[in-house]
Nanobody, 124 residues
Framework: QVQLVESGGGLVQAGGSLRLSCAAS????????MGWFRQAPGKERDLVAT????????DYADSVKGRFTISRDNTKKTVYLQMNSLKPEDTAVYYC?????????????????WGQGTQVTVSS
């Protein structure tokens, strides 16, 4: 089992920045890839960023490329999402998730464990 707890959400103006954190506990954190998803009201949950177990490979959804950066610190069992140049359309609940494989993947079906989510609101 893996337990994930997100933090760092909040209200920010368009063009601003936020850094989300996700602390993990349970089985070996450095064994699996991690991802950040988001879900806006009335929309499906979308995967926006992924990072491999070692942290050497990342990938992003087109909507956030160049603005968001995913990273991880395996010694702290924490994954981060640095969000810059935020837009109102980035408003959503953001979830971190742990995959059952070590390879960074944009396939949502490979994610097995989820946090409770943190709200990000970007005002125009």
């Amino acid at each position: 089992q893996v337990q994930l707890v997100e933090s760092g959400g909040g209200l920010v103006q368009a063009g601003g920045s936020l850094r989300l954190s996700c602390a993990a506990s349970g089985r070996t954190f450095s064994s699996y890839a991690m991802g950040w998803f988001r879900q806006a009201p009335g929309k499906e949950r979308d995967l926006v960023a992924t990072i491999s177990s070692s942290g050497d490979t990342t990938d992003y959804a087109d909507s956030v490329k160049g603005r968001f950066t995913i990273s991880r610190d395996n010694t702290k069992k924490t994954v981060y999402l640095q969000m810059n140049s935020l837009k109102p359309e980035d408003t959503a609940v953001y979830y971190c998730a742990a995959a059952w494989i070590p390879i960074a993947t944009m396939n949502p079906a490979t994610y097995r464990y989820w946090g409770q989510g943190t709200q990000v609101t970007v005002s125009s």
